[in-house]
Nanobody
Framework: QVQLVESGGGLVQAGGSLRLSCAAS????????MAWYRQAPGKQRELVAR?????????NYADSVKGRFTIFRDNAKKTVYLQMNSLKPEDTAVYYC???????????WGQGTQVTVSS
């Protein structure tokens, strides 16, 4: 029943920006931590950013994106965002939204959205 749907990916030039969105349904969104992961071809899936539950949740980021990416959430809209600035070609990957649902005690994943950064 829990569903995560990503959007906002696309093709951008190096140095450009994108904002990814992840809309959640079937979950008590406000009590769940949310995260963005990414996976590039031939590479392991990696954690990009995470935000804790509640309003004004704490955040953490992969070293590779610190200072460039920002994760934030709108609990009223049941949506988590990833603002990506100063994009680099090495940011090219499929980006996935993730949550560990507290109510159901289970991990859930979105379908992914492609981000391609040209040099």
């Amino acid at each position: 029943q829990v569903q995560l749907v990503e959007s906002g990916g696309g093709l951008v030039q190096a140095g450009g920006s994108l904002r990814l969105s992840c809309a959640a349904s079937g979950t008590i969104f406000s009590i769940n931590a949310m995260a963005w992961y990414r996976q590039a071809p031939g590479k392991q899936r990696e954690l990009v950013a995470r935000i804790s539950s509640g309003t004004g949740g704490s955040t953490n980021y992969a070293d590779s994106v610190k200072g460039r990416f920002t994760i934030f959430r709108d609990n009223a809209k049941k949506t988590v965002y990833l603002q990506m600035n100063s994009l680099k070609p090495e940011d090219t990957a499929v980006y996935y939204c993730n949550t560990f649902d507290v109510q159901w005690g289970k991990d859930y994943w979105g379908q992914g959205t492609q981000v391609t950064v040209s040099s």
